[in-house]
């Protein structure tokens, strides 16, 4: 079986690629864009395999010298770039990262048909690393393939995207999900529905909360953290913020839990099904009963809002005890 056939959805995607190797028609920039965890440095690392392939017949082969050392990132002439992570949860690429790869890209290929290139989450580049690198992708050297991916082309300079061939992938349907962790993962078919949902299009995520208990874990706790919040007086609540606000590389990840609870009441007050948090149903419905549309609409704003602002530099606790403030009241007894 390729490798390509290993892909949970992103069919189109794979065809093009797979279609530019096929027919000698292989660009000299892709940008890959999609929601987080959903497979775009799978199928970023997929590509190099292909490209790089020793096989004569089903490319990537996943088996040969070439397959292999690009799956374990220790092939001499494949090379990623990953953002670091900032003390307060940012991510960013910085120019003397960006430097560090030109200068790798400008070495003659060791063994490699085509040297690759591969950086992740090419929207956490500063505006100074977006430019360096932009002498590399208008003049890629020799027989390399660069390959950005990022959450979404807008964010990009207009130089940058124009530049690339743009691959977008979308979240992969819920039902693919759960038969791929049932089929290919082994999970128990009940596990694999809950991570399925919980997932919200993200095969990663679910894969790896499949394999790490405290991933599930970690999301309990954080629900029942805004339990608490919610269940609290304004001393209470200003007393939670204090606490958050001194652990910043925390928040990206709570809020986004949150976020998805507040988009399930939401839904729910609309009259549609489709929830994220299929085992928060029971008490979504209490709260929808007793809550205002408006102040869950309003919730749900201002912590997308909060996770905006994360990203420039905000005085955290102040945004944290504005977010709290936001919240209704929640007069039931904690789950």
């Not at 989450?121 to 100074?128: Q, R, V």
């Not at 489709?274 to 928060?280: M, Y």
């Not at 549309?293 to 905006?308: G, H, Y």
């Amino acid at each position: 079986m390729s490798e390509w056939q290993k892909i949970v959805g992103h069919a189109w995607a794979v065809e093009m690629l797979a279609g530019a190797i096929q027919h000698e028609r292989i660009g000299h920039a892709y940008l890959i864009t999609g929601p987080a965890q959903v497979g775009k440095t799978t199928l970023a690392i997929t590509f190099a395999m292909a490209l790089n392939c020793e096989s004569d017949d089903a490319r990537p082969c996943g088996t040969c010298r070439a397959c292999t050392l690009i799956a374990a990132g220790r092939h001499p002439d494949v090379s990623m770039v990953e953002p670091m992570i900032s003390k307060r949860g940012k991510k960013t690429l910085k120019i003397d990262m960006m430097r560090d790869l030109q200068r790798k890209l400008q070495l003659a290929a060791i063994e490699a048909r085509h040297k690759v290139g591969i950086i992740t989450e090419f929207d956490a580049a500063n505006t100074n690393a977006a430019n360096a690198f932009l002498k590399t992708l208008e003049e890629p050297p020799g027989d390399t393939v660069l390959i950005l991916t990022a959450t979404e082309a807008d964010g990009l300079l207009d130089t940058i995207k124009s530049r690339c061939r743009v691959v977008g992938i979308r979240p992969i349907p819920t039902p693919q999900i759960q038969q791929a962790l049932v089929t290919r993962w082994h999970v128990a078919a009940d596990q694999a529905h809950l991570l399925a949902h919980l997932a919200n299009g993200r095969l990663g995520w679910a894969v790896n909360a499949s394999q790490d208990p405290t991933l599930i874990q970690t999301r309990l706790d954080q629900l029942s953290l805004l339990r608490d919040i919610l269940s609290s007086n304004i001393v209470g609540r200003f007393k939670h913020a204090d606490k958050l606000a001194k652990q910043p590389d925390q928040l990206f990840d709570l809020l986004n839990t949150w976020l998805t609870w507040w988009r399930d009441l939401v839904l729910l007050t609309h009259q549609s099904d489709r929830l994220i948090n299929i085992d928060e149903r029971t008490v979504l419905e209490q709260l929808k009963a007793t809550w205002e549309d408006d102040e869950i609409l309003a919730s749900l704003n201002q912590t997308k809002a909060l996770l905006w602002q994360l990203e420039r530099n905000v005085n955290i606790r102040l945004a944290l005890e504005n977010l709290f403030l936001t919240f209704p009241k929640m007069a039931m007894a904690n789950e």
